[in-house]
């Protein structure tokens, strides 16, 4: 009688460690997956600068039946228009004046209509106020008739390769910040960093929503925010 029920007690006593040690093998390959679990979010980072470099391009130009009549009027020209820059501040060295060019004009049935001479000035310098104010009064030689094509100035900023490290480091220390408050919701733990990608910088007007794929860069207003955006992925513990 013994020996009849022995076949059904050997899977019963069996019974209870095959589950505590298939539990084990459970849990372990739960550590394990969870050892490549990762969470990835975005930080960003902001900062408001003063373009420091202002570029200024103008040209003033002429036309007459001959090319030596329309010399003759834009030497005229030219030189009220230096009388008016050296005026109005503007330095030997930060100023060049481009060789006088000179070109055909002709109407859209191939009709010969005169000679166009151009002389083309271009100002580059760090004393951004003063050149936007010598700018902004040029009105006076449009006053005088003469026909000066002025471009708006081109505000730079030069010091961004140094803010570039501080901006990453804040726009990390965000992405971490983030990823600890999804964590923290779903009762895990937040582990080390696993990677980081860093984006292209966005040089934009003050307070603006444009980005691009390839980075914004302003030129249009002196003053004006850069951000830094990266994608960090943290381990999950």
């Known amino acids: 009688?013994?020996?009849?029920?022995?076949?059904?007690?050997?899977?019963?006593?069996?019974?209870?460690?095959?589950?505590?040690?298939?539990?084990l093998f459970v849990a372990d390959g739960i550590r394990d997956r969870n050892a490549d679990d990762v969470i990835t979010?975005?930080?960003?980072?902001?900062?408001?600068?003063v373009s420091d470099f202002v570029v200024w391009n103008a040209s003033v130009s002429s036309?007459?039946?001959?090319?030596?009549?329309?010399?003759?009027?834009l030497s005229g020209w030219t030189k009220t228009v230096n009388a008016f820059l050296a005026d109005e501040g503007a330095r030997p060295d930060e100023l060049t004046l481009a060789p006088v060019s000179t070109?055909?004009?002709?109407?859209d049935d191939g009709t010969?209509?005169?000679?166009?001479?151009?002389?083309?000035?271009?100002?580059?310098?760090?004393?951004?106020?003063?050149?936007?104010r010598l700018v902004e009064n040029t009105s006076k030689l449009l006053a005088q008739g003469i026909p000066l094509a002025a471009e708006p100035p081109q505000f730079i900023f030069t010091k961004l390769p140094a803010l570039?490290?501080?901006?990453?480091?804040?726009?990390?220390?965000?992405?971490?910040?983030r990823a600890r408050v999804l964590v923290d919701a779903t009762g895990a733990d937040l582990g080390g960093l696993r990677d980081v990608s860093v984006?292209?910088?966005?040089?934009?007007?003050?307070?603006?929503?444009?980005?691009?794929?390839?980075?914004?860069?302003d030129t249009s207003t002196r003053e004006k925010d850069v951000t830094a955006v990266v994608n960090v992925s943290f381990a999950l513990k």
């Not at 022995?6 to 589950?19: C, D, E, V």
């Not at 070109?103 to 109407?107: K, Q, R, W």
């Not at 570039?164 to 910040?177: F, H, I, V």
């Open 41 to 49: 979010v975005t930080g960003s980072a902001k900062k408001a600068i």
């Open 1 to 23: 009688m013994v020996r009849e029920r022995l076949p059904w007690l050997i899977p019963a006593i069996l019974l209870p460690f095959a589950i505590f040690f298939g539990a």
């Open 103 to 107: 070109e055909t004009v002709t109407a």
């Open 112 to 132: 010969f209509l005169g000679y166009r001479l151009t002389r083309a000035y271009q100002i580059r310098s760090s004393r951004v106020a003063d050149v936007t």
């Open 164 to 177: 570039r490290p501080e901006l990453l480091a804040a726009a990390t220390k965000d992405a971490q910040k």
């Open 63 to 73: 036309q007459a039946d001959t090319p030596t009549a329309a010399l003759k009027r």
């Open 199 to 217: 984006g292209v910088f966005q040089v934009t007007t003050r307070n603006s929503t444009e980005v691009s794929d390839y980075g914004e860069y």
